[in-house]
């Protein structure tokens, strides 16, 4: 079995892209961080003919529920701050503009999208991690890119 630095190293801006479209920038770091703190615990009893790929999303999916979770338990301070986004990841990806369409998507095609298009799971394996049918992962993944499509329309150099 490869190195697990080779792993977090091959893995890891996926994992933190997915992070950011499930949670928001601001929590997908924490998220991040425990996703590689559980897959390194249980690497060394993974199966050879694993999908590593499909293995980190799942465990990066029940790490930002995680996260969310504890959230929700947190207390609501009193005053709010301007937010600070953290610009950490792959250089020049992040937009702002671009994370605020995401977050707007139901939690459902926020994940689904996530999980398509970012990690690049198969439908049959989201719908797994969603709780729900293969069709059904396609279609909010196909409706999400077409919300993001009509709300986020990107400029065309051409």
């Known amino acids: 079995m490869r190195p697990f630095e080779d792993v977090v190293a091959?893995?890891?801006?996926?994992?933190?892209?997915v992070c950011r479209a499930v949670l928001g920038p601001a929590d997908a770091e924490d998220a991040w961080s425990e996703t590689f703190l559980s897959a390194m615990r249980?690497?060394?009893?993974?199966?050879?003919?694993?999908?590593i790929e499909a293995w980190l999303v799942t465990i990066a999916h029940r790490r930002a529920i995680d996260v969310a979770r504890t959230n929700s338990r947190s207390p609501v301070p009193a005053e709010r701050l301007p937010e600070q986004h953290a610009r950490t990841g792959i250089p020049g990806t992040y937009d702002p503009?671009?994370?605020?369409?995401?977050?707007?998507?139901?939690?459902k095609q926020r994940k689904a999208v996530a999980y398509h298009y970012l990690a690049g799971l198969p439908h049959a394996e989201?719908?797994?991690l969603l709780d729900n049918s293969p069709a059904a992962a396609r279609r909010a993944a196909a409706d999400g890119i077409r919300t993001l499509r009509a709300i986020y329309p990107k400029d065309d150099p051409s």
């Open 10 to 17: 091959e893995y890891g801006p996926m994992v933190l892209r």
């Open 97 to 107: 503009d671009l994370w605020a369409a995401l977050r707007s998507l139901p939690d």
């Open 42 to 51: 249980a690497y060394p009893d993974l199966s050879p003919s694993a999908n």
């Open 126 to 128: 989201i719908a797994e």
